[in-house]
């Protein structure tokens, strides 16, 4: 099974280019299943029930987020009705939404588990024991499984990769929108990246408009974000996994810029 994760949708150029991109690519690399972290996909931050829709329109199998999932509120009642859209499994019990799906694609089950890393964010449950009490529970059903942890440290990232090597077909890093290049299948069988990168403006910082953020740093005073525009960069890892055992049998990166042209390149 070919599985291609998208890095983080940023916004409406992200969604462009995924929009633009994804077929393409799709037959090019003949990919079985696409999953795409769409946490930034609304305006740079959170994700609407109408986005979600045309990002599973556009041909993506699964969503899965991070902290930005609670932007919006309508993405509350949609979470609870939505299994193919995932917020952060490691949140406290009652909290909306599920952390991970089970879905069927031609070639078998895939689960897919979503966490979230606690160095720098948000103090919730453990990711390691909850990941593996649910890694655990998707493998009743399936060999085939793959987890997005969203998480600032490199090193939780990267600890997570050999907890789960050999338990899960892939662990890939999603959150901090700059594409590693440390993609490797560990020993065990389990593809790894610390992270896929951001599907988004290319020139910004992780996605929103570079001048913005610079202000920022050398005033330190809030500002309010705004996506950057101009040029895309699409940002991916396509995952080959070996359908009767769920271990990996290799790892590429993708990034792909996609040129604006005359008035879409102008504007602040
Ligand atoms: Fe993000
Ligand atoms: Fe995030």
Redesign the pocket.
Known sequence: MRILFIGDIFGEPGRSAVRELLPGIRKEHRIDFVIANG?NAAGGMGITPVIAQELFSAGIGVITS???IWKYKEIIEFLKIEPKLLRPLNYPPDVPGSGSVIVDTPKGKIGVVNVMGRTFLSGIECPFRCGLDEVNRVKEKTNIILMDI?AEATSEKVAMGWFLDGMVSAVVGT?THVQTADERVLPGGTAYITDAGMTGPRDSVIGVKKEIIIKKFLTQVPVSFEVAKGDQIFCAVIIEVDESSGKSRGIQRLQIEVKMTGEENHGS
């Open positions: 946490e991070g902290n930005h969203h959150h």
